[in-house]
């Protein structure tokens, strides 16, 4: 669900705020707040601001204005447990007191011009007589509005300052930045115009400059305030003047400048909601602040006639589509809706800001803006960016790297945000930090005794350009993962470490990042760790949008672990086909030939019976990962070989494990062949032989077993799908030396796995007991509860079925918490959900995702007596006959389409307790059986959304 944010106060740079927030597909409104919100609360009663957060539903809070961060609002907002983006009261001294900020400066070194503070006028102007140095900045050490600060021409000037501090004169060089503890994300600097009639020297600054600015006095600045105790979490905004010894600080403010924030913020391309949500979590440092490329903004503000003395309110503004036609952004700060029009409503009316390439481009745009609006008496200064424009032409500009293409920041920031994925990958033998030249892996402390090396290499193939057209790239990492895991894993070893290559033309950090996530994840998955990798941008190399991958595994195992043992397979062994997870990553070219002659788009419908989702979201199926899975049947000793059915299909890569004096007979209808092969094969005319020859037809993966110990390795692999089994419908021949394996078509069932939600365990027990049935069509991969030390658990255990517990009180919402539960389900390769007394609701994604292969079961006969508490409603309502029902699992309560229902007769004198204990023996005896029914095909969730039974021929 998206968030909702408050913006305390209602000037420009509140607006500003709000329309940046707005932009945010995780923020779903921003509530403005002035000096009073909804219900006359006042934002000084910090106590009924927090009360009306959490009524509200308010995510966090941005304050604008100086007056109420120095009021203690964050402090006192957070403490209510209401986040707050801005630094507490003591933090705030910084604006709010000029004496304490003059002080701390000189505590912590921060240069600064010398000073002197009086309470008495007279001692003042006696110094500012007196002093050895020009004493001609006159500040009030308090909040002011922004109008506390005078630089003076003269000492008359100064004295008459002390006495009458009005407004600030002159033009300042500002700089900007927003901290959690650590100066982390540096904001660009831009140049203010103060005054109406007089203009002083604009200062420009060099990038040395800035950086040295950085370093001398914000980061100072920041880590002074942690030192002291006051961590300073919020923006802070430097107002620096350039002397002959340096930059020194003028003042500090607490919060986004006014109009400043107009034009800074206009310039960000990052998602203002998460740059502030990673603040306030103390992890700016993965969600640093990007900055348009190329881009320069101008902001002019139109101000009423008369201001900053009296002025008139209530005329009419006009010319707001006129601006929007011309790409401009208009923000109002003192305006009013009067009669359906929009008139003038304060001093400072409006800003008119433009974004171009550069400064001169912006300035046009901006004059046609100030043309266009119009208001009576409407003023505004005419000579904004000319100096910065002369200044910027005059400067001679050589050549950059980033000019040339390679942006060094970018890829900077993408290591720090892929630091913390490629983290969470760390295994023993391998503590992963990103940055240095090498990775290492300690072999000892993994565990290895006598070792031998595997590695292997891939890529994705074309499969890369139907994700770039569909521009999805959370899943294609693992595509790279899987083809390089798989192929080490045949030779029996364990994949211990992973580095990739992403290479393109001009780097978009929002998609590397998501391909990268992609990568960590799936290295999770495959039990290696992200120990490294390369991100080469090469302008010109590679078309807008397009990027290549390369993957690297290297794994191990102990020397008599190695595989194929080709000595010791012989006539008669077996092949177990395991199932892959849809086309893997071969063949693409074929494929995108005949999408392309087809009917169909890659945003299309996937064909009938290929799922509800689109045919780019169904090719981009991710490849399976064996690893986790297969790991424990390799080293079990029953296998002989291991195929990872790749490029060449089925056709080349089984006989590569062979010895040369064996073929192979495939039994083709020993396993189920997903629906978008057919398709294909429909689609693009394709021979049997062509499809063999270049797709995995639904088999990822092939062991060799002995005939005799084919039952054993298949308990030994219970958490990976079947596609193939059992001799002699699938078994080696030895009568076709080195051939290609021969396709036989007979009759066989399919084999299912499923995955169970469950707490008490009742259910749970019924459905261990049915699945371990040799006619049974499913068998359980993992038992997950949201519970610890529950009895279903317990259960699992003793069954030898894996369990996960994930609390769902660690998770902000159901989503967060479904999506745990996801990732376990494809970890495991699940088909089929099925929750048995399962008592939180599922969400909406979650449910839409597993339609048609989640299970539930209610104690009732369905529609009848919904919800939490069935059997009181039925006692309650003196029916004589209830029971209870599987259905298919809906995103309203109990409304899926029913599959069995069983009735219980309803006893007189029957209780809750009586009357539940035999609707449990029915549910033991419907749930099963239903999940058989759907495990083995013969009823299925039709496209129309209603049961359909299958007839098999």
Request: aromatic share 6%.
């Amino acid at each position: 669900m998206a968030a909702r944010v408050l913006v305390i106060g209602s000037g420009g740079r509140e607006h500003t705020l709000a329309w940046k927030l707005a932009q945010s597909r995780s923020c779903q409104t921003c509530v403005g707040c002035p000096r009073k919100c909804r219900h006359s609360i006042s934002i000084s009663d910090h106590t009924a601001l927090a009360q009306f957060c959490k009524d509200e539903k308010i995510e966090f809070v941005v304050v604008g204005p100086e007056a109420p961060l120095a009021a203690g609002i964050a402090g006192n907002l957070t403490s209510a447990g209401v986040r707050c983006f801005g630094p507490t009261a003591e933090a705030a001294q910084l604006e709010s007191s000029k004496r304490f900020a003059k002080e701390f400066m000189d505590r912590h070194g921060i240069p600064t011009a010398r000073w002197k503070a009086f309470t008495k006028p007279e001692e003042a102007c006696s110094f500012i007589m007196s002093a050895d140095f020009p004493a001609l900045v006159v500040k009030a050490s308090g909040l002011a509005a922004g109008k506390g600060v005078i630089v003076a021409k003269s000492t008359e000037e100064a004295c008459k300052a002390v006495q009458e501090i009005m407004q600030i004169s002159g033009l300042f060089c500002f700089l900007c930045s927003v901290c959690a503890s650590l100066m982390e994300g540096l904001w660009p600097p831009c140049l203010q115009h103060k005054t109406i009639s007089d203009c002083w020297k604009e200062i420009m600054v060099s990038k040395d400059l800035f950086l040295k600015i950085k370093n001398t006095i914000l980061q100072r600045t920041v880590d002074g305030m942690q030192q002291e105790g006051m961590p300073y979490t919020g923006v802070l905004y430097a107002g620096i003047m350039l002397t002959k010894e340096g930059p020194k600080v003028l003042e500090f403010n607490c919060r986004f400048g006014d109009p400043e924030c107009q034009v800074i913020l206009p310039l960000l391309k990052s998602d203002l909601y998460e740059v502030i949500q990673s603040t306030l979590d103390g992890l700016l440092c993965t969600s640093l602040p990007v900055w348009l490329d190329n881009r320069a903004a101008i902001t002019v503000v139109m101000a009423s006639k008369g201001y900053p003395g009296d002025y008139t309110k209530g005329v009419e503004i006009t010319g707001f589509p006129e601006a929007q036609a011309l790409g401009l952004e208009v923000f109002h700060a003192g305006t009013a809706l009067k009669d359906g029009k929009v008139v003038t409503n304060g001093g400072r009316v409006l800003t008119v800001t433009a974004i171009q390439e550069n400064l001169l481009l912006a300035l046009e745009e901006a004059k046609k803006g100030l043309s266009a609006i119009k208001f009576e008496g409407a003023f505004y200064r005419k000579d904004i960016g000319y100096r910065a424009i002369a200044f910027f032409q005059q400067q001679p500009r050589g050549l950059t790297y980033k000019e040339s293409g390679v942006d060094i920041a970018a890829g900077n920031m993408l290591v720090q945000k892929i630091k913390p994925l490629a983290k969470a990958t760390s295994r023993p033998g391998c503590d992963v930090d990103l940055g240095g030249f090498a990775g290492l892996f300690d072999l000892k402390a993994a565990g290895f005794r006598d070792p031998l090396l595997a590695c292997g290499t891939d890529g994705v193939g074309t499969k890369l350009k139907i994700a770039q057209q569909c521009d999805k790239h959370d899943t294609i990492g693992q595509d790279l993962v899987a083809m390089c895991v798989n192929d080490i894993l045949a030779q029996g070893a364990e994949p211990l470490f992973f580095l990739d290559y992403f290479s393109c033309g001009k780097l978009d950090l929002d998609t590397t990042e998501a391909v990268v996530t992609g990568i960590a994840r799936a290295c999770r998955k495959a039990g290696c760790a992200l120990l490294g990798g390369e991100t080469a941008e090469m302008p010109d190399m590679y078309p807008p949008g397009e990027y290549d991958l390369a993957g690297f595994a290297v794994g191990a195992m102990e020397r008599d672990q190695k595989l194929p043992h080709l000595e010791r397979i012989t006539e008669g062994d077996v092949v177990i086909g395991i199932a892959s997870s849809g086309l893997h990553s071969n063949g693409f070219s074929l494929v995108r030939k005949i999408v392309a002659k087809s009917s169909l788009q890659y945003s299309s419908p996937a064909p009938d019976g290929c799922g509800d989702q689109t045919l780019g979201d169904l090719l981009l199926t991710p490849t399976r990962i064996y690893s986790h899975s297969l790991l424990p049947v390799l080293r079990s000793g029953h296998v002989k070989a291991f195929a990872h059915i790749t490029g060449g299909g089925l056709l080349e890569n089984i006989p590569r494990v062979l010895p040369q004096k064996f073929g192979v007979d495939l039994d083709a209808q020993s396993w189920r062949i997903p629906r978008i092969f057919s398709w294909l094969q429909q689609e693009g005319h394709l021979s049997e032989e062509e499809m063999a020859r270049t797709f995995n037809c639904g088999v990822g993966a092939a062991l060799v077993v002995s005939k005799d110990l084919t039952e054993e390795a298949q308990r030994h692999r219970q958490r990976e799908k079947q596609a193939s089994c059992r001799e002699p419908d699938v078994g080696l021949d030895p009568g076709f030396p080195g051939s290609h394996p021969r396709l036989k078509f007979l009759n066989h069932k399919r084999e299912l796995t499923n995955m169970f939600l469950s707490l008490s365990g009742s259910n749970l027990q019924a459905l261990i007991d049915s699945t371990r049935e040799p006619s049974s069509c499913a068998h359980i991969v993992v038992v997950i509860s949201n519970k610890a030390a529950v009895a279903g658990l317990d259960k699992a255990e003793r069954a030898g079925i894996p369990t996960r517990v994930i609390n769902h009180k660690l998770y902000k919402s159901r989503v967060e918490f479904d999506t745990a539960i996801d990732q376990v389900l494809e970890e495991y390769s699940t088909d089929i959900v099925c929750l048995a007394g399962f008592m939180r609701i599922l969400s909406g994604p979650f449910v839409r995702k597993w339609d048609g292969k989640m299970l539930n079961i209610h104690p009732s006969l369905l529609p009848s007596f919904k919800g939490s508490n069935a059997h009181e409603q039925a006692l309650e309502a003196g029916v004589t006959v209830t029971g209870c029902t599987v259905h298919f699992v809906a995103e309203d309560v109990d409304a899926g389409q029913i599959i069995l229902q069983e009735s219980v007769p309803v006893k007189r004198g029957d209780t809750v307790a009586t009357l539940s204990e035999r609707v449990k023996l029915a549910e033991h005896k419907i749930f099963p059986a239903a999940l058989q029914l759907v495990a083995s095909g013969a009823i299925r969730l039709g496209e129309n959304g209603k049961i359909r039974w299958v007839t098999e021929d």
